[in-house]
């Protein structure tokens, strides 16, 4: 740690918000759900459930604590990998190792999407987003209504239809896609939608976001799956500085 740092001093304000850390001139957001029991998972009303376990443990006198866990590629705050939704990227080997930490990685843009709307092309015209501006995160409804703090799935969560994500790739220089609920696209336009935003492999989606607070502008994100070699998805920690 440089001079400029031995004094750093980092707070978090902990509330159902995304935590922020701040040293008085800049400010991270953690924008990664906690992986609990009670998390949603898709198409479930019970949650992820129990997912870690003590498989050496010193109180049974090893000599350290040691767990496995077990998760599916598409838990809480995730990626998105190209062969998610296309066997042809999966057998080709495009997986989440192969994700740009150059897409994942850079300047983006929060907007909040108009409520009780899915996002369709009118509600991306409305957003007027820029030519040159290459990652969005959508904040939507779902954060209001705080979906991902509930264990039961809602299927009737906000996201994109397929005219809406036809409109962000003819119409925009959008490369990284990120929303507050556990997929981009709507719950009836699941795959024709994530068929249309990953066909080119040029765009990553980040799905299960963290937007409690997080107020629409411009920000920096780093989110930084695990390496993982042949997975369609993973779970990832995201942040904003500001």
């Not at 850390?21 to 759900?33: M, Q």
């Not at 239809?161 to 009836?188: E, H, P, R």
């Not at 939608?193 to 107020?215: F, Q, Y």
Request: charged share 20%.
């Amino acid at each position: 740690m440089n001079n400029n740092n031995t004094l750093l001093l980092l707070f978090c304000i902990l509330s159902s918000s995304a935590v922020v850390y701040s040293d008085g001139n800049a400010k991270i957001f953690d924008i990664t759900h906690k992986i609990t029991s009670q998390l949603p998972t898709f198409n479930s009303q019970k949650g992820l459930g129990h997912f870690i376990w003590l498989v050496s443990s010193i109180k049974n006198g090893s000599m350290a604590n040691e767990s496995e866990f077990k998760l599916g590629t598409h838990t809480g705050t995730h990626v998105d990998a190209p062969s998610h939704f296309f066997q042809k990227y999966y057998e080709e080997g495009f997986d989440v190792s192969t994700l740009s930490l150059q897409t994942l990685t850079g300047p983006v843009l929060v907007v909040d999407v108009p409520r009780n709307k899915n996002i369709t092309a009118e509600v991306m015209k409305s957003l007027n987003i820029p030519r040159g501006v290459h990652r969005v995160l959508f904040k939507t409804l779902n954060t209001d209504r705080r979906l991902m703090h509930r264990r039961e799935f809602a299927s009737d969560f906000t996201g994109f239809k397929k005219d809406g994500a036809q409109w962000l790739v003819d119409n925009t220089d959008i490369k990284l896609v990120g929303i507050d609920y556990l997929s981009i696209c709507a719950y009836v336009d699941a795959a024709p939608t994530h068929h249309i935003l990953l066909k080119s492999r040029e765009i990553v989606i980040v799905e299960g976001l963290n937007l409690d607070g997080i107020k629409p502008g411009k920000y920096t994100v780093h989110c930084l799956p695990l390496r993982m070699v042949g997975a369609d998805g993973c779970s990832t920690r995201c942040i904003l500085t500001a």
